[in-house]
């Protein structure tokens, strides 16, 4: 068995799909993960890809043509997940999706087909709570900064919702376990880049912003204490979600 590893991101794993079905090793003989590798497996061969953006265009290129252009919306929202069957899973849903074209998406009796949905629903389910979970603090320079810790890598996917309601502010969405952003300048596109050390320490300074007191105060005030359902409240909004929301600070 051979396994062609990557880094964990949507360029990487395209490449690493090409090489894969490029090394003409068959099928049943590859395997694909994302790094990091944890427990290596016996007598495996394996091979590092970097990203090439050459072979990502020509990946992303013929799923849009042979199969379809929701086949490829499946596969992106599915590569964001933090499943560590993804990569596998996309490249055996293309093999299925080269053999049976656009209407591969509608066959769920398929396991792999079955799988690429419950990937792409987690990650699409994420994305839609970060969008209602998000809060910004107005930072210095008047730029407004929103810390999250996602599970799955939803910043691209959240982003559009953001920069149609704030078009005309300068805001941030900074994943902190990624060490990434997605960076608005006003009346300006959007456009994801990769933050430092310093940077990501100088981000995250405590601001003095009022409008997180007034928030606060709202909060409390529109509860309605002998309504309170802790469990109900948890299946809405998970604790996880709580540790950057200003109102559980």
Not at 73 to 91: H, Q, R, V
Not at 118 to 128: C, D, F, Q, S, T
Not at 154 to 178: G, K, Y
Request: hydrophobic residues 40%.
């Amino acid at each position: 068995m051979t396994i062609f590893t990557c880094e964990d991101h949507f360029d990487a794993m395209m490449t690493c799909v090409y090489e894969a079905w490029a090394s003409r090793l068959g099928h049943s003989n590859v395997k694909l993960k994302t790094e990091p590798i944890g427990n290596l497996e016996l007598f495996c061969d394996y091979r590092h890809v970097d990203a090439d953006p050459e072979k990502t265009g020509s990946v992303v290129r013929s799923i849009k043509s042979k199969i379809s252009y929701q086949a490829y919306i499946m596969i992106y929202e599915a590569a964001m997940s933090d499943a560590e069957d993804k990569l596998d899973t996309i490249y055996r849903f293309m093999v299925a999706g080269f053999h049976y074209g656009a209407h591969v998406v509608d066959f769920l009796q398929e396991p792999v087909v079955m799988r690429m949905f419950e990937l792409k629903r987690k990650v699409g389910n994420e994305a839609h709570s970060h969008i209602e979970f998000i809060r910004f603090a107005n930072m210095p320079g008047n730029v407004l900064v929103s810390h999250i810790e996602p599970k799955s890598n939803v910043l691209t996917l959240v982003a559009p919702h953001f920069s149609d309601r704030l078009p005309s502010e300068n805001w941030m969405i900074i994943d902190d376990q990624r060490f990434i952003a997605v960076v608005h300048p006003a009346d300006q596109d959007y456009y994801l880049t990769t933050l430092s050390n310093e940077e990501m320490d100088r981000l995250s300074v405590k601001t003095d912003d009022p409008f997180i007191d007034l928030w606060k105060d709202f909060f409390n005030t529109i509860k309605i204490k002998e309504r309170e359902n802790s469990q109900c409240q948890r299946n809405l909004m998970p604790l996880w979600y709580r540790k950057h929301m200003t109102e559980f600070q």
